[in-house]
């Protein structure tokens, strides 16, 4: 079945360093992939998304490029701040794009340090 | 419209006793979903609603929960005979049918099973 792989946490970083966190699918069809990031004491908040293959996402200075060859999708930053501190969950959509269920991956704690 | 609001935050609640959460999704948003997120976990599927259809439940929706979206406006999901493995967080979120810009989160009911 679909499944989404994030790398493992928690991701401790000093502010202004670079950032990514790895996240690998497998999935029938071609499903819409996406980040959310859930901060401390809140709800999941769509980060950036990407439908189709070689699409950029990009939101608040983090990027993912929607990578059909190596079924990936890479969450990048070039320098992180403190208020970046929160988990941060790979997903992909079940049913090709339309809306469907979201399968998450385990989700990567990051946490930044001044 | 102010997003998608669950009710209640908390609650607490003896083994065995029944419970019922409430979401009310974004008002233009036909699509209705309940996720169950555990501690150090990405969020699981449990079911979701088209307008007042249930179309999807997930095998982790035991015959102790229900789940109901009369008028195809707000939800309910119902535990029954709760058990300490009920413990978790329960989200639900809406999206558009067809829509870019993926689901829109509540913040969730944490409940705690005693």
């Known amino acids: 079945g679909n499944s989404v792989t994030q790398m493992e946490g928690p991701v401790t970083l000093s502010e202004e360093a670079f950032l990514t966190i790895n996240c690998t699918y497998t999935a029938t069809g071609y499903p819409s992939l996406f980040w959310y990031v859930q901060y401390p004491g809140e709800g999941l908040q769509l980060l950036l998304k990407a439908t189709k293959a070689d699409d950029k996402g990009s939101n608040k200075g983090f990027e993912a490029t929607y990578r059909k060859e190596t079924t990936s999708f890479h969450l990048e930053k070039g320098s992180v701040q403190v208020s970046d501190s929160a988990v941060y969950f790979c997903a992909l959509s079940d049913d090709g794009g339309s809306q469907g269920n979201l399968i998450f991956g385990k989700g990567t704690k990051l946490s930044v340090k001044p | 419209d102010t997003g998608v609001s669950q009710n209640p935050r908390h609650k607490i609640t003896k083994r065995g006793q029944n419970v019922t959460f409430r979401c009310d999704p974004i008002?233009?948003?036909?699509?209705l979903y309940w996720y169950r997120q555990t501690l150090g976990q990405g969020p699981e599927f449990l079911t979701y609603?088209?307008?007042?259809?249930?179309?999807?439940k997930s095998r982790l929706l035991s015959d102790r929960f229900s789940a109901e979206r009369p008028k195809g406006s707000f939800s309910t999901l119902e535990i029954q005979r709760t058990e300490q493995g009920d413990s978790a967080m329960y989200l639900c979120a809406s999206s558009p049918r067809y829509g870019p810009d993926g689901y829109t989160f509540g913040s969730g009911t944490r409940l705690t099973v005693v």
């Open positions: 008002s233009e948003h036909n699509r």
């Open positions: 609603f088209q307008n007042e259809a249930q179309l999807e």
